[in-house]
């Protein structure tokens, strides 16, 4: 009994003493002018990441980064698609010409100042290979040294078991299309842009497209395309025109079951010159080892993008990008994580990892990199639970833990919930594929399981559309924005909130 009490009384074993005064401090810091945005591979965001390794090294938390650091090197490239680059196409009794921005845009994968192609085009539908779907859009065709012509998106489907009903998949993301592309040995891919598949304007496309891409540095000799691009829907009617058919036509065919990829009677050239820098950043990683008398070789891993937008000078204002809510508040909530396990007097059966990565605003690179080349010395990393923007309004009542449910520790999340009086909201809009854009899902990709820890909207002491209006009002006028800065008058006590309910998930999870 008296044992019983003893271990109750030591508070930190619940994470009690996770105290919202010191996210506050940490935000401020990394939220101030003088880290100039946290840009990646720039003066305030190698500041951002000195400031989180010498945290962890004052916690006593152990470094596990390269060689015995905090850092683990992240190696980008940035490629910048230059105007001058072209492309057109010769099809039977026509030529097919396209301007950049106006018609196409996109850029090499290659990670050189030149690149070029002179192939032939293949439509490939939605340009998916989901076995578990029973859905092939390359079967029968090799396009190796090839073009190909997709769409976005997958096929419809309200069946939860096929395509996941309405929600989107990962099959339906672009980014996909590359990958898949790139595997099957594509020297190009075009994606036919419609208002259908795409829930955004040309005008989107256009400009996330016309500048600078960061990539992760290739590897010798592997293999990366000669150009990933979109085109217009008017141009995929023209090409389209070559089997008498409209693109949305195309697209028809692509949503039906039995799909079959075909050639097209065109022949692509292009040429994609672009501006290429090499980028050294850093991911920061530490380790609190498992107890003692515990293999160290599973680990739950805690991880919070430090990286932001950096400065823009042609902005009114200072043009610095101070990314309070995304995402000093996540990298706070995750060092007062650190501490608190850090402070556990009895460690738990499992390892924990913190990470701080990089260049999440570029399409998460850092956690990509980290999940493809974990540096702490662990066998295996069994959770990931990632931090991503908090709303400083007070405490919420509810959660959005949107994938937890494909977890084996969905049991652990439900009670946790429970435990701190809170209900688990929905994924607000699943059609949209939100769990694809944050950082756990670098972790997901590489098999383990995965998913981020939001705040829900009802904001404790506000009546029920208070607090979802306070936090789209935040979103639609600061969200990337120089003006996503800390104020005085922010309360805390929903992050520390937030901060000590990720910790019982994680405590329940390392010890498991
Ligand atoms: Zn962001």
Redesign the pocket.
């Known amino acids: 009994m008296r044992l019983f009490l003893a271990s109750l009384l030591a508070l930190p074993a619940f994470g009690q003493d996770i105290a919202g005064p010191r996210i506050r401090a940490h935000v401020k810091f990394l939220s101030s002018d003088q880290l100039e945005g946290r840009g990646v591979g720039v003066r305030g965001g190698e500041l951002a990441a000195e400031y989180l390794a010498t945290q962890l090294e004052l916690l006593g938390v152990k470094p596990a980064g390269d060689n015995g650091a905090y850092f683990q090197r992240v190696p980008l490239v940035g490629v910048e698609p230059l105007p001058s680059g072209t492309l057109s196409g010769a099809m039977p009794g026509s030529l097919l010409g396209f301007r950049w921005l106006d018609d196409f845009v996109g850029v090499t994968q290659r990670q050189t100042e030149i690149a070029a192609l002179d192939a032939e085009t293949v439509f490939v539908g939605h340009g998916i290979t989901a076995p578990e779907f029973g859905w092939d859009d390359y079967k029968g065709i090799d396009v190796r040294g090839k073009v190909v012509v997709l769409f976005t998106g997958e096929p419809p489907s309200e069946d939860p078991a096929f395509f996941d009903g309405k929600a989107l998949t990962y099959y339906g993301r672009w980014t996909y299309k590359y990958e898949e592309a790139t595997r099957r040995g594509a020297v190009g891919c075009l994606i036919v842009h419609t208002a259908a598949t795409a829930s955004y304007g040309w005008d989107v496309v256009r400009s996330s497209w016309g500048r600078e891409d960061m990539q992760v540095a290739l590897s010798n000799g592997a293999e990366a395309m000669a150009f990933a691009g979109w085109i217009t829907e008017q141009k995929g009617d023209e090409m389209f025109r070559s089997m008498g058919k409209t693109a949305a036509e195309m697209l028809s065919a692509a949503d039906r079951e039995g799909f079959q990829a075909s050639a097209l009677p065109i022949r692509l050239r292009g040429s994609f010159p672009a501006k290429v820098r090499r980028v050294e950043t850093r991911n920061v990683v530490g380790i609190v080892p498992a107890g003692s008398n515990q293999p160290n070789t599973e680990a739950i891993v805690f991880t919070a993008h430090y990286d932001h937008l950096g400065i823009d000078r042609s902005k009114p204002g200072d043009g610095i990008y101070n990314g309070a809510v ?2 000093a508040t996540g990298c706070a909530m995750v060092l007062e994580l650190a501490r608190a396990w850090q402070a556990l007097e009895q460690k738990p059966r499992r390892a924990a990892v913190f990470v701080f990565v990089t260049a999440e ?1 570029n399409g998460l690179r850092g956690s990509q990199y980290y999940a493809a080349n974990p540096t702490a010395p662990v066998k295996k990393m069994v959770l990931n639970l990632n931090l991503d923007s908090f709303y400083p309004f007070g405490r919420v009542s509810d959660v959005v833990v949107t994938g937890a449910g494909r977890t084996p520790y969905w049991k652990i999340v439900q009670n946790v919930t429970q435990r701190f009086r809170m209900t688990i909201q929905p994924d607000p809009r699943p059609e949209a594929g939100s769990y694809f854009r944050s950082d756990h899902f670098s972790f997901a990709k590489a098999g383990v399981p995965a998913f981020s820890i939001n705040m829900g909207n009802r904001v404790a002491g506000k009546s029920e559309d208070e607090g979802p209006k306070l936090m789209r009002g935040y979103s639609a006028s600061h969200y ?1 924005q120089p003006s996503d800065e800390y104020k005085p008058e922010w309360d805390f006590a929903g992050m520390e909130e937030m901060a000590r309910y990720a910790f019982a998930i994680g405590m329940d999870a390392a010890n498991q």
């Open positions: 995304d995402n605003e990337h």
